[in-house]
């Protein structure tokens, strides 16, 4: 890409190859041109080595060893409130328990009649540990707005609706946008060679994806309010197919069973386990970053057809260099970026990446990213979804989104459990300019779209 400034108020991008998903995916999605990414050379230029000569002399004075590390410190917009910025809300004020916003007066856009955004005049951040004392405060009327990022539990939505006159505020229930509520992977390049044989059995992933009783999931954890379904493309997807949502993904423990004796894997004398090839029992072990009712369920089912599922959880920082290292078995994740704006703009659940929300196949992944320099070579059925997918990059065309997740749909190469359940939203009942039904997903930043800018109180 080449960046050309034309005059004070216009730039040029001009691409060496087409990029067709440039335009939705990173300018009108965070997904490059992240909050720290276009930030003014007036004000960082001073803590630059370039720019600086004693820049490295202040970061000292600073606690830092490196000017870098002051530099990253004072780049961060989430971090450092003085850094200037074009969005709706500034910060001004921050302690352990709150940041305050005020309107920026710099903000580039106005509503029709020439008012300029944002309509609030301020925005007060509560910070709390536990999300139950959230709710309780927005029960009481306390708080203004929570969503599911911030706490909000389907289960509780009896309890919500129970209490919003009380509290004066209304209860929202958004669709979640997920192909998955939580999905499940094996590790195809598992460094043990029995454990990577059977993760790469497809009749593994398929007996494993229809013991799953996903109905019953629905029932239990979304009130019947989302679709049981195999992770595909989302409904709102021109790359939709309902053929790919119904793969293996109805519940039939006995054909599951059939599979695992194809495979090989025997019962152990108690009928207890079953056993791995080389005789051991089959046990899995793996770290999740988070827990959900859908977990304790689906280990469930595994466990009635003898396998054995254990996991804990721990912070994203320490789960991602065990999944880089190619130190996990499985990993779990929310199953985001199946709608249009995202789908397939990264490798990600349909072909492997080398990140900490897949893993696979994060030695292929490797490979991928570093142009076969680094990781594992992959199979050719690997190097096929690969290429499918960089040209569907340069030329948009569906037909290769199609092939990825008809591949998908055969293979099961991640599993999918449940999607589009309720996000619920708790929203004080004088606030207008927010939707009664939309999605709440990463894919669309979660409402952003629908200009939160414009929100306002009716009083």
């Excluded at 050379?41 to 000292?60: K, P, S």
């Excluded at 990253?72 to 352990?96: L, M, Q």
């Excluded at 290429?387 to 199609?402: F, G, L, P, R």
Aim: proline letters at 5%.
């Amino acid at each position: 890409m080449d960046f050309e400034k034309l005059d004070d108020y216009t730039i040029r991008f001009t691409f060496h190859a087409p990029n067709p998903s440039f335009p939705m995916v990173n300018l009108g999605h965070e997904y490059a041109f992240w909050s720290d990414n276009a930030l003014p050379r007036h004000y960082l230029e001073q803590f630059h080595i370039n720019y600086n000569d004693n820049v490295q002399a202040d970061a000292e004075a600073a606690g830092h060893e490196f000017w870098y590390q002051l530099y990253g410190e004072k780049r961060s917009s989430d971090n450092n409130i003085e850094v200037p910025r074009t969005c709706p809300f500034t910060p001004e004020t921050e302690s352990p328990e709150g940041v305050s916003y005020v309107r920026n007066p710099y903000y580039w856009m106005a509503d029709a009649e020439g008012n300029q955004l944002a309509y609030f005049d301020g925005i007060y951040l509560d910070r709390m540990e536990d999300s139950t004392v959230m709710e309780a405060k927005m029960l009481a009327g306390e708080l203004d707005f929570m969503s599911a990022w911030q706490g909000t539990q389907v289960p509780n939505f009896q309890t919500y609706k129970e209490n919003e006159e009380a509290g004066n505020y209304r209860t929202l229930a958004w669709k979640s946008g997920l192909g998955a509520h939580m999905l499940f992977q094996f590790n195809m390049n598992y460094e043990d060679d029995v454990w990577r044989e059977l993760f790469s059995d497809k009749r593994w992933r398929q007996a494993l994806s229809v013991g799953i009783n996903r109905e019953e999931i629905n029932e239990v954890v979304f009130f019947g309010l989302g679709t049981p379904a195999q992770l595909t493309a989302h409904v709102t997807s021109r790359a939709y197919n309902p053929e790919f949502a119904e793969a293996w993904a109805q519940y039939d423990p006995d054909l599951a069973n059939e599979m695992l004796d194809e495979i090989g894997l025997e019962w152990d004398a108690d009928h207890n386990l079953r056993l791995l090839s080389d005789g051991r029992p089959i046990q899995i072990v793996y770290d999740s970053h988070s827990e959900s009712p859908i977990q304790e369920m689906v280990f469930g089912y595994w466990r009635d057809l003898g396998i054995q599922v254990d996991f804990k959880t721990i912070t994203r920082q320490l789960l991602r260099p065990k999944i880089q290292g190619n130190q996990e078995m499985m990993s779990d994740w929310g199953g985001d970026e199946v709608m249009d704006t995202l789908l397939l703009r990264r490798p990600k659940w349909f072909a492997p990446i080398y990140g900490d929300e897949s893993t696979w196949g994060p030695m292929w992944g490797l490979w991928y990213n570093t142009d076969g320099q680094e990781g594992w070579e992959p199979p050719e059925e690997i190097r096929q979804l690969y290429e499918w997918h960089d040209q569907y990059m340069i030329t948009d065309d569906v037909e290769y989104a199609n092939l990825i997740l008809a591949s998908q749909a055969e293979n099961i190469w991640t599993i999918g459990t449940v999607a589009d359940g309720p996000s619920l939203l708790l929203v004080n009942e004088d606030m207008r300019n927010i939707p009664d039904v939309h999605f709440y997903v990463w894919d669309n930043l979660c409402g952003y779209e629908m200009y939160p800018e414009a929100y306002y109180f009716d009083r």
